[in-house]
C-alpha cells in the first residue's frame, strides 16, 4: 500500500471548522483514502473514505485533490470530543489490511 | 450489539508467562485483525484472518500465535511473554476487505515485567 503524509499535531478552537491534511503523492489508481480517528483510550474508528469526488457524512467531509495526490479531512464545527488522533490510510479496493502511520494528534480548544 | 468484544482490559504478566487475548465480535465479520499500539506510534499488524481456518501473518507477528476456529472469535496467544511485548493490543473485524470499514475493540493493555 502507498504512504502517507501526516502533520504530527494540529490544533483549533472549539466550534471552528478543522482541516486535517494528507499527503499520498504514491497513490495508485485503485487506491480508496480512509479516514479513522482514535479517541483517548479508545480504539480507532471508521470517520469517512473516499476514491475520487468528494464525499460528506454526518461525521465529516473529505476533499481530494484532483490530481488523487493528496486529500484535506474537513470537520465542520470541532467539539471537544473530536480531540483525537486523526489517521489517514490508503487501501486497494479488495485490499485486506490497512496500514496506520503515526496520525495527525488533534487538539481542540475551548 | 456488542460490536467487538476484547478481555481482559488489563493485564500484567512476568517474563516467560504464557496467556491468550480474547476477540469476539457479533457481527458475523468474516475479517478479523489484531493490532499492537506502542506509546506514541500508530497500530501495526500483528495477524490477521480472511475467515474460519484461515490465518495469516502481518508486520509484527513474532512472538505471537493465532487460530480461528470460528466466526466469532480470533484469540491471540503470546507464548513466553517479553518485556518487548508491552503494548496495548486492538482488535479488529470488518465484513470482508476493501471497502468494508474496520470495528475496533477498545482494547487489552498489556504490562509484561
Known amino acids: 500500500d502507498a504512504k502517507t503524509t501526516q502533520p504530527n499535531s494540529m490544533e483549533s478552537n472549539e466550534e471552528e471548522p478543522v482541516h486535517l491534511p494528507c499527503n499520498h503523492s504514491?497513490?495508485?489508481?485503485?487506491?480508496?483514502i480512509h479516514w479513522y480517528r482514535q479517541l483517548p483510550s479508545q480504539g480507532p474508528e471508521y470517520v469517512i473514505h473516499?476514491?475520487?469526488s468528494n464525499v460528506n457524512n454526518r461525521m465529516a467531509s473529505l476533499a481530494i485533490a484532483e490530481d488523487r495526490k493528496s486529500s484535506t479531512l474537513i470537520l465542520h464545527r470541532a467539539t471537544l470530543r473530536d480531540a483525537a488522533v486523526y489517521y489517514c490510510?490508503?487501501?486497494?479496493?479488495?485490499?485486506?489490511?490497512?496500514?496506520f502511520g503515526p496520525g495527525t494528534r488533534l487538539s481542540v480548544l475551548p | 450489539n456488542a460490536g467487538v468484544t476484547q478481555t481482559p482490559k488489563f493485564q500484567v504478566l512476568k517474563t516467560g508467562q504464557s496467556m491468550t487475548l480474547q476477540c469476539a465480535q457479533d457481527?458475523?465479520?468474516?475479517?478479523m485483525s489484531w493490532y499492537r499500539q506502542d506509546p506514541g506510534m500508530g497500530l501495526r499488524l500483528i495477524h490477521y484472518?480472511?475467515?474460519?481456518?484461515?490465518?495469516d501473518q502481518g508486520e509484527v507477528p513474532n512472538g505471537y500465535n493465532v487460530s480461528r476456529s470460528t466466526t466469532e472469535d480470533f484469540p491471540l496467544r503470546l507464548l513466553s511473554a517479553a518485556p518487548s511485548q508491552t503494548s496495548v493490543y486492538f482488535c479488529?473485524?470488518?465484513?470482508?476487505?476493501?471497502?468494508?470499514?474496520?470495528?475496533f475493540g477498545n482494547g487489552t493493555r498489556l504490562t509484561v515485567t
Open positions: 479488529a473485524s470488518s465484513y470482508g476487505t476493501g471497502l468494508s470499514p474496520l470495528h
Open positions: 504514491t497513490i495508485s489508481g485503485t487506491d480508496y
Open positions: 473516499g476514491l475520487t
Open positions: 490510510i490508503l487501501r486497494g479496493q479488495y485490499g485486506q489490511n490497512f496500514v
Open positions: 457481527m458475523n465479520h468474516e475479517y
Open positions: 484472518s480472511v475467515g474460519a481456518g484461515i490465518t
